[in-house]
């Protein structure tokens, strides 16, 4: 028996997302991405925003929060899921941190990466992908001021370097590590996060979900796990990059059994006006060619489908 898990970039439902928010359904802004968002057993995202109206902003450049009413945006997606290690879940300091986790469990959200505690913050997220239980950890190496401690609400932030620092979560089918890591507007992972995500995959994890570039980044395939390095931005509200098109990205559906992942497909999408859809003509054939490319960098053949398992133009990738 095997399920489908969709795995999505960064989702930042702040700032002008948020505005917009007050004047749609929290459904409007998955565009027509809806109903293939809603197909799947679960999904799983990395949360840019807090969900809080408390607390203060940090002085930093950017600072995004989003009214705690809009977890219902997450649910209308299917998100059963969300990394919370990260360089803005506390954007509004502890009120808005704590704020997040109380809304995220009630609106039965599960979380990982970020604690009232350290402790707390290592606990994987025990996600039900039905009939399969996977056990996801969320880890960080940006703001390291952020870090839980014994004491101290926080991220669980984690040094590019030593994958012995992850332990693998015990009764589950098997396991993810989903990973805010490295600078803004890079093309292609740095050779330490290649080695990190190798050690993690000799050490059993059988999923790499990286997040933090704000574009798409290859793929690669190691002893039958995934290593996506970066899933880029599937809803913000952020300028564009010209070169680097980070309004363009894709939904990862990756068919899963219960030794791991068996199956990639990669289908493009584009960020306009606070609403993500299908990428449609230049933008689709630009992000499935870039695509291509720098997964074929990576030792990675993506082959180009338009019907069969999704009836859209997409990218498949068989892993074992």
Not at 129 to 154: K, M, R, Y
Not at 290 to 296: C, D, G, H, K, T
Request: hydrophobic share 40%; proline share 6%.
């Amino acid at each position: 028996m095997k399920s489908i898990l969709g795995l999505m970039g960064d989702v930042m439902i702040g700032r002008l997302v948020n505005e917009t928010l007050r004047t749609v359904s929290p459904e409007w802004v998955w565009g027509d991405l809806l109903p293939l968002l809603r197909s799947t057993q679960c999904n799983f995202c990395n949360l840019e925003a807090a969900l809080t109206t408390r607390g203060s902003p940090q002085p930093k450049v950017f600072t995004f929060r989003s009214d705690p009413s809009h977890a219902e945006v997450l649910n209308q997606a299917h998100i059963q899921g969300v990394n919370l290690a990260n360089n803005h879940v506390l954007d509004y300091g502890l009120p808005g941190l704590e704020d997040t986790f109380t809304t995220l469990d009630q609106a039965a959200i599960g979380r990982v990466g970020a604690g009232h505690t350290l402790a707390e913050a290592c606990e994987p997220l025990l996600l039900k992908c039905h009939p399969f239980t996977l056990g996801v950890i969320g880890a960080t190496d940006n703001e390291p001021g952020w870090a839980a401690t014994s004491d101290q609400p926080g991220t669980r932030y984690l040094p590019i370097g030593d994958a012995s620092l992850l332990s693998l979560p015990q009764n589950v089918d098997w396991c993810a590590a989903s990973l805010h890591w490295g600078p803004n507007m890079v093309e292609r992972p740095p050779a330490a996060h290649r080695r990190f995500a190798h050690d993690l995959v000799q050490a059993g994890f059988r999923l790499i979900h990286g997040h933090s570039a704000h574009n798409f980044q290859g793929i690669e395939v190691l002893n039958r796990s995934l290593i996506l390095y970066d899933t880029g931005d599937l809803l913000d509200d952020y300028a564009v990059h010209p070169d680097l098109r980070n309004d363009l990205s894709f939904l990862f559906l990756v068919e899963i059994d219960s030794q791991g992942p068996c199956r990639l497909a990669c289908i493009p999408t584009a960020i306009s006006n606070c609403q993500v859809n299908h990428a449609q003509g230049r933008d689709r054939d630009w992000a499935l060619n870039r695509m291509v490319a720098l997964s074929a960098e990576l030792g990675t053949r993506l082959e180009l489908a338009s019907s069969g398992w999704v009836e859209s133009p997409h990218l498949l990738l068989t892993i074992r």
